[in-house]
């Protein structure tokens, strides 16, 4: 149990598109999602924290009109990337948590904008 | 505020010898402590967490962690490691059992034969 997909596994895009990464729990209700960012050789850095239903909370320097997230339902939550460019590629990584509970992490989403 | 360091961005051993990694922590409430293993490419994987039970945690593949208050440490062991353990590991804290974690630089683990 406690399985989080996310969708898709790697993207390339052409800079200035959008690109939507969704995150799923897939056999539990997940009442918080976290999005984190991880560059080459680096460690996780958390983006932001959505509940489901309500506006994401972001961390400080992630700038929120280009990191859109949404956490429509208990089991799925997108992160768009807005107007891409070639610094935003990375590694893209969502985690779900119940109630009580560890995180679950996602496999990861590897962005390149070209 | 909460901070995880750990020693040793690369620590390598032998198959079959002790593996140790360190982690030392600061947070201004009682810490949720986490180890996860991550596979190129792929996610993050919990190997095993404290949260106020033993002191002594006994993880999945053989992997235990001690928390130390006094030492602020959560140093990860492992008795006899194997070739498959070769991968990044991550220390994280907590202010809670599902918030969001603070997470180490990582330490790049290489197991020679």
């Known amino acids: 149990g406690a399985v989080v997909s996310q969708h898709p596994s790697r993207v390339i895009c052409k800079s200035g598109t959008s690109v939507k990464i969704e995150c799923r729990s897939l056999?539990?209700?997940?009442?918080?999602m976290f999005w984190y960012r991880q560059f080459p050789k680096q460690s996780l850095m958390l983006m932001a924290t959505?509940?489901?239903?309500?506006?994401?909370?972001?961390e400080q320097g992630v700038e929120k009109d280009k990191f859109l997230i949404n956490h429509a339902s208990l089991t799925l939550s997108t992160l768009t990337v807005t107007s891409a460019h070639p610094e935003d590629s990375s590694f893209y990584i969502c985690?779900?948590?119940?109630?009580?509970?560890?995180?679950?992490f996602g496999p990861g989403t590897r962005l390149t904008v070209l | 505020a909460q901070s995880v360091t750990q020693l040793g961005s690369h620590v390598s051993v032998s198959e079959g010898a002790l593996v140790l990694l360190r982690c030392n922590y600061s947070?201004?409430?009682?810490?949720?402590l986490f180890w996860y293993v991550q596979y190129p490419n792929q996610g993050l994987q919990l190997l095993l967490k404290?949260?106020?039970?033993?002191?002594l945690v006994k993880g999945i593949n053989g992997f235990e962690a001690e928390f130390k208050k006094s030492e602020t440490s959560f140093h990860l062991t492992k008795p006899s490691a194997h070739m498959s353990d070769a991968a990044e590991y991550f220390c994280?804290?907590?202010?809670?059992?599902?918030?969001?974690?603070?997470f180490g630089d990582g330490t790049t683990l290489t197991v020679k034969p």
């Open positions: 994280a804290v907590s202010g809670t059992n599902a918030g969001k974690s603070t």
């Open positions: 947070s201004s409430v009682p810490p949720y």
């Open positions: 985690s779900a948590s119940r109630s009580v509970g560890e995180q679950f």
């Open positions: 404290y949260t106020s039970a033993a002191t």
């Open positions: 056999d539990f209700q997940a009442t918080t």
């Open positions: 959505s509940n489901e239903g309500s506006k994401a909370t972001y």
